[in-house]
């Protein structure tokens, strides 16, 4: 099993950045695909980015531009880099990480962005 702690949410007005980071338990050398994943309320859990064990990302059409994902394998941090943040786009983000072919979860980290 593999844990994932979320740290960097918060309250921020429209136009700012916040930094998300993500730690797992494990050697991020043995996780193959991470991403970043949000919810609002009453809205389905959606991809916001991807990014592989080699750095290869994706993004939701709706964040390219804004947000950045990176990962650092030798400080085991994955982060997510949001920028020019908009009120659509609070949420509880989470850290989503593919390991021996199960998916988990961490606990999430609220964002919330003002008008």
């Known amino acids: 099993q593999v844990q994932l702690v979320e740290s960097g949410g918060g309250l921020v007005q429209a136009g700012g950045s916040l930094r998300l980071s993500c730690a797992p338990s494990?050697?991020?050398?043995?996780?193959?695909?991470m991403g970043w994943y949000r919810q609002a309320p009453g809205k389905q859990r959606e991809l916001v980015a991807t990014i592989t064990l080699d750095g290869q990302s994706n993004y939701a059409d709706f964040v390219k531009g804004r947000f950045a994902i990176s990962r650092d394998n030798w400080k085991n941090t994955m982060s997510l880099e949001m920028n020019i943040l908009k009120p659509e786009d609070t949420a509880v983000y989470y850290c989503?990480?593919?390991?021996?072919?199960?998916?988990?979860w961490g606990q999430g980290t609220p964002v919330t962005v003002s008008s």
């Open positions: 494990e050697s991020m050398f043995g996780i193959k695909d």
């Open positions: 989503g990480a593919e390991y021996e072919n199960r998916k988990y």
